[in-house]
């Protein structure tokens, strides 16, 4: 396989298609657009011909033709693009921390799409799976990688099967292997099946996970950039992330820019579920108010009133309705301790009790906790039982006091991102919705009906 | 209480594990099939996973508890999986997961005495456009309900 051959392909398929290409799925052309899934719902999915034809594998081909591995990260640092699974970590510096040296190193692609209400990265898999592959295999040529992992959630069978037939396909073509393009590039890619625990979507958890441990987070540092999976190097990206990188690489880090606000670059693609009209997945650009994405979810179910903005869970954060016209972007939600999360967003009306949602989320991050850090397994079964006592109209003003206190020491203390979030989560709740935990011990008064049974 | 289990079936299981030993990351795997070929990773087939990765039997054991997915008793003949994801869950998934244990005389993520049903809580199922969700015996039901839950366990 060689350049020349890749346009045959890309010409031949175009021919052959037709005007498939040109369909447009989206409902509202002005504020959605299409970055990540760019060919999602577009293309057949088993084909690689076609997926070349809408420039796949191009840009693995400029890269490791005419680009030097450091200019690669380059091009990913100056794009802005940050981690599209939570944490918001600027992906080209993430990328910028493995060692130079040579040796084996390894590519994880984080696909435990573990919080419930995202379905992104399914999306993504079972319609676009080439373009998770040449993300990785452009990680894997930046940072020197040979091997790369897709961590697969155990809930996606289907995913398994397409990813599977991708990863043979793009070998058969020479696109994955052993001297990818005709150079000394060597990659590959297996699928690592999970088995349905919500921590391993946490780093050194997956780390764990494949190394046949128990799924536990490890302590930091070391970091995996330093000592990872089999203690070597290792890179861990999630599929959002490492599907929009070919076509940084292909179109520049300023075509990257161009979209989003500054500070937060680019496209993200939202799951909008909960009581709205239309639930779906869309794919909208950073900076755009709480509001409009309602909007483009039909409006709130029933005509009902909007309540609150949850990104994630079960380690959720969340916005009252006073916050309707804040826009969804890093540095925003920083500020107020709320993350924009993996995608997965759930508005609620106002029939959902807030004392009952977040105990209904700290409880089951009780259970998935790994129990490895004190913090974190003392601290999430305490705020679950006084919840409760809330719930049931037995706590005093006394144990909210309490409430606070844990959720800063398990926000301080916890080893690793599930117990820090918990204490975002009971955060934004007491933060957000104050007057009705108030409600809910001074007056024993549940405005949704759900508590006191 | 002792499970007993084909000699072909372990031959042959035996055999795909000895395989897996030799990757460095073959341990789940093996666990996997186990839960897929048997049902279940219960005593008898973990000491055989050891004996093959060189593990121990408390760390075999020690995944097979961590993970949702890996049961150390066999499972029942018919799966039911009741999401109860935070989508699932805030629009009433707890009342369908009651209404199946009601059914299927079942505690929640156990298997009921004549080994018939098996319910298990899941943890999203990656359709939450269109939950709550249901799946039986590896068949997904979306937008499911207590009368089309009860209607649906009927035709098993």
Not at chain 1, 84 to 111: D, H, M, V
Not at chain 1, 225 to 230: C, D, I, N, R
């Given at each position: 396989m060689d350049i020349k051959l890749l346009k045959k392909i890309k010409d031949d398929t175009l021919k052959r298609v037709g005007n498939k290409f040109d369909k447009d799925y989206r409902t509202n052309k002005e504020k959605e657009v299409r970055i990540v899934l760019k060919n999602s719902y577009v293309i057949d999915k088993d084909s690689i011909d076609e997926y070349i034809a809408r420039d796949g594998y191009f840009a693995l081909n400029?890269?490791?033709?005419?680009?030097?591995?450091?200019?690669?990260?380059?091009?990913?640092?100056?794009?802005?693009?940050?981690?599209?699974?939570?944490?918001?970590?600027?992906?080209?510096?993430?990328?910028?921390?493995?060692?130079?040296?040579?040796?084996?190193?390894?590519?994880?692609?984080?696909?435990?799409?573990?919080?419930?209400?995202?379905?992104?990265?399914?999306?993504?898999?079972?319609?676009?799976?080439?373009?998770?592959?040449?993300?990785?295999?452009?990680?894997?040529?930046?940072?020197?990688?040979?091997?790369?992992?897709?961590?697969?959630?155990?809930?996606?069978?289907?995913?398994?099967?397409?990813?599977?037939?991708?990863i043979e396909d793009a070998k058969e073509k020479g696109l994955l292997g052993k001297k990818i393009l005709g150079t000394d590039f060597d990659f590959e890619v297996e699928v690592f099946r999970g088995a349905g625990a919500y921590v391993c979507g946490e780093e050194s958890a997956?780390?764990?996970?494949?190394?046949?441990?128990?799924?536990?987070?490890?302590?930091?540092?070391?970091?995996?950039?330093?000592?990872?999976?089999?203690?070597?190097?290792?890179?861990?990206?999630?599929?959002?992330?490492?599907?929009?990188?070919?076509?940084i690489i292909l179109n520049g880090a300023d075509w990257y820019k161009s979209t989003g606000i500054p500070g937060s670059e680019g496209s993200k693609v939202f799951t909008l579920t909960g009581h709205l009209n239309s639930p779906k997945t869309v794919e909208v650009p950073l900076g755009i108010t709480i509001r409009e994405l309602i909007e483009l979810?039909?409006?709130?179910?029933?005509?009902?009133?909007?309540?609150?903005?949850?990104?994630?869970?079960?380690?959720?954060?969340?916005?009252g309705s006073e916050d309707i016209d804040l826009p969804v972007a890093f540095p925003e939600f920083k500020e107020r301790q709320v993350m924009v999360g993996s995608g997965g967003v759930v508005i609620l009306d106002d029939k959902t009790c807030m004392v009952d949602f977040t105990h209904f989320n700290v409880d089951l991050l009780n259970i998935e906790s790994c129990g490895r850090c004190t913090p974190c397994r003392v601290g999430t079964?305490?705020?679950?039982?006084?919840?409760?006592?809330?719930?049931?109209?037995?706590?005093?003003?006394?144990?909210?006091?309490?409430?606070?206190?844990?959720?800063?020491?398990?926000?301080?203390?916890?080893?690793?991102?599930?117990?820090?979030a918990v204490g975002m989560t009971m955060h934004t709740a007491m933060n957000s919705f104050k007057d009705e935990f108030l409600a809910h011990i001074n007056e024993h008064e549940c405005a949704a009906g759900k508590c006191f049974k | 209480?002792?499970?007993?289990?084909?000699?072909?079936?372990?031959?042959?299981?035996?055999?795909?594990?000895?395989?897996?030993?030799?990757?460095?990351?073959?341990?789940?795997?093996s666990i996997h099939l186990a839960q897929k070929v048997f049902g279940g990773v219960p005593v008898e087939i973990q000491r055989v996973i050891g004996k093959h990765h060189d593990a121990s039997i408390s760390k075999i054991s020690g995944i097979v508890t961590f993970y949702d997915y890996f049961t150390s008793d066999i499972q029942g003949k018919n799966i039911i999986e009741v999401c109860v994801g935070t989508t699932c869950y805030v629009q009433e998934a707890n009342d369908i997961l009651k209404k199946v244990c009601e059914i299927t005389k079942c505690?929640?993520?156990?298997?009921?005495?004549?080994?018939?049903?098996?319910?298990?809580?899941?943890?999203?199922?990656?359709?939450?456009?269109?939950?709550?969700?249901?799946?039986?015996?590896?068949?997904?039901?979306?937008?499911?309900?207590?009368?089309?839950?009860?209607?649906?366990?009927?035709?098993?």
């Open positions: 400029k890269a490791i033709t005419e680009m030097k591995p450091e200019e690669v990260t380059e091009v990913v640092k100056d794009s802005g693009l940050k981690g599209r699974s939570g944490g918001g970590f600027p992906t080209g510096l993430k990328w910028g921390f493995i060692p130079k040296e040579k040796g084996q190193k390894y590519i994880i692609c984080n696909a435990d799409e573990g919080e419930s209400a995202a379905t992104i990265d399914g999306v993504l898999m079972r319609q676009d799976p080439h373009s998770v592959l040449e993300g990785m295999a452009l990680a894997g040529y930046a940072i020197g990688a040979s091997k790369g992992y897709i961590y697969l959630r155990y809930e996606y069978p289907v995913c398994l099967e397409v990813l599977n037939k991708a997956i780390i764990n996970s494949i190394e046949g441990n128990r799924g536990n987070s490890k302590s930091k540092p070391p970091f995996p950039a330093v000592k990872g999976l089999f203690s070597k190097p290792t890179l861990i990206n999630n599929v959002e992330t490492l599907s929009v990188v070919p076509q979810g039909g409006g709130m179910r029933d005509n009902r009133k909007f309540k609150a903005f949850v990104t994630g869970s079960p380690n959720v954060t969340m916005l079964k305490r705020a679950a039982q006084l919840l409760e006592k809330i719930k049931e109209g037995s706590a005093s003003l006394k144990d909210l006091d309490k409430l606070i206190e844990l959720a800063e020491h398990l926000r301080t203390a916890s080893l690793c991102g599930l117990g820090q | 209480m002792k499970n007993k289990f084909l000699p072909e079936q372990l031959a042959e299981f035996e055999k795909s594990i000895a395989e897996n030993a030799k990757d460095q990351a073959g341990l789940l795997k505690e929640p993520n156990s298997t009921s005495r004549n080994k018939e049903f098996s319910v298990v809580i899941g943890r999203c199922l990656g359709k939450c456009e269109l939950a709550p969700n249901v799946i039986i015996n590896h068949k997904t039901h979306n937008k499911v309900t207590i009368d089309k839950v009860t209607e649906l366990l009927k035709g098993i």
